[in-house]
């Protein structure tokens, strides 16, 4: 079960528009678990619309009564049945926040993998792999308008999620998301971890490599007791990434536990955690830096940025201490 970060990521959402999209079967089939992600929005003051395209007939106006008396918060809108549901709903105002499109499944890559953050340069990059595998097979359209609206600075934030029990809420609320979110703005900060909040959230974070078998562990009393070691990434507020610091000799510093979250895999958050934590620690006199590890994400992310896969006499104490790890190290210079 994720863990939801209230507290944390509520901030993101209070007093702001976000627009909910569900067509007419993916309402019927998950009406209760969308009414309840929708109160739970409003609950953390966030302004909810839903959009749906079911008709109004006879047959639906139960359903219909329903959904306007238990969220009497939300604004209901019933998008006409025969033009196109996405293009009416990117259209339905010029200027939106946060848009949710509940599918019945999030997208995925030629692989079959679920695409978790991407840019609509990457979208575009990319349209003809994820097409053909989106359950919806119109979602292909929709995704160039979905682009065209981010790339006018008329929409911030687009999410096409599976529909269903807490997905919403997981999304928006916990580490993991549930689906893909698609944006160009994402906001991204690194600093040293601050509050016991924190900590647990990069717990978190740290076991799931650990599950994959690529750290060591690390208890959630050791990163709260050294937490001026450890620093994180965070992008819109979500951290999605960490580093610790561990000091080698007076010049070198290594980055011990660097991870980052699925969520936002294959969007460069690697570059950026290891580019400002060196720019951190060269501002603090240190010129070389290594890196123990058998993770091969890592590996070829430490290729890229100039590291070198190598074994040096003066690092031998540590690298005894992980001999099933590979030694990566990096001189430090402007070019990185």
Not at 49 to 70: C, D, G, V, W, Y
Not at 105 to 128: C, M, P, Q, S, Y
Not at 176 to 189: H, K, P, Q, R
Request: glycine share 6%; charged share 25%.
């Amino acid at each position: 079960m994720p863990k939801l970060y209230l507290k944390e990521y509520a901030h993101a959402l209070a007093g702001r528009e976000v627009f909910i999209a569900c067509r007419e079967g993916i309402l019927r089939d998950n009406f209760q678990e969308i009414i309840d992600d929708i109160k739970f929005l409003t609950r953390y003051g966030a302004r909810t619309t839903l959009l749906h395209n079911m008709p109004n007939r006879f047959a639906n106006q139960k359903l219909i009564r329903q959904l306007e008396s238990r969220l009497p918060e939300t604004i209901i809108v019933r998008i006409n049945p025969e033009v196109d549901f996405y293009d009416a709903v990117l259209g339905h105002k010029e200027s939106m926040y946060k848009v949710i499109f509940l599918e019945r499944r999030f997208l995925i890559d030629r692989e079959g993998h679920k695409i978790n953050a991407v840019t609509t340069g990457r979208v575009r990059e990319t349209l003809e792999d994820v097409g053909d595998l989106i359950a919806n097979v119109n979602f292909k359209g929709a995704m160039a308008c979905i682009c065209q609206k981010i790339e006018a600075g008329h929409c911030d934030r687009v999410h096409i999620l599976p529909a269903g029990k807490n997905t919403i809420k997981h999304e928006l609320f916990t580490v993991e998301g549930t689906g893909t979110l698609i944006a160009n703005n994402f906001e991204e900060s690194f600093h040293r971890l601050e509050t016991d909040d924190q900590v647990d959230i990069v717990f978190r974070i740290l076991a799931m490599y650990r599950r994959g078998g690529y750290l060591k562990p690390r208890s959630k009393a050791y990163i709260k007791d050294n937490r001026q070691r450890f620093f994180v990434t965070a992008i819109d507020g979500i951290f999605v990434g960490c580093v610790e610091q561990k000091i080698i000799d007076a010049r070198t510093v290594e980055l011990g536990a660097l991870a980052i979250s699925t969520r936002f895999r294959n969007q460069r958050v690697g570059v950026y955690t290891v580019r400002s934590f060196m720019d951190l620690m060269v501002a603090q006199g240190y010129t070389r830096f290594i890196s123990l590890t058998n993770n091969p994400r890592l590996q070829a992310l430490y290729d890229q940025l100039g590291f070198v896969q190598e074994s040096l006499p003066e690092y031998h104490r540590r690298q005894v201490k992980s001999l099933t790890c590979a030694c990566f190290t990096r001189r430090w210079n402007r070019t990185v």
